[in-house]
């Protein structure tokens, strides 16, 4: 649980779908909706291509993922752990709840 007891596993589940479903051309053809460089006028910030990165890697463009932003190396493996053990969290809450009953 995170943020007010909204459950991260159906959140972090979603995302991928989403990387999995929406491929990185349609992500880099869509406007630049980057916040900081926005109210900072930069020209780039660190995660600026964040989230076409996270695309291409779920889509198994590894390099392309790369080029997008260098930050997919650490935010994907991330990501998936935090789904497994999510996950695994889950599957043992419904084990001792079975237990229980």
Known sequence: MFARGIPRLPLLLAAVAAFC??????????????????????????????????AAFFHGQFGRAFTFNRNVIATAPVLLALIALDGLRFVRQVFAARRAA
Do not use: D, E, Q, Y
Request: proline share 15%; with cysteine.
């Open 21 to 54: 479903l929406i491929p990185p051309a349609v992500l880099a053809r869509g406007p630049h909706l980057c916040l900081w460089s926005w109210l900072f006028h930069l020209p780039a910030c660190p995660a600026c291509g964040s989230t076409r990165a996270l």
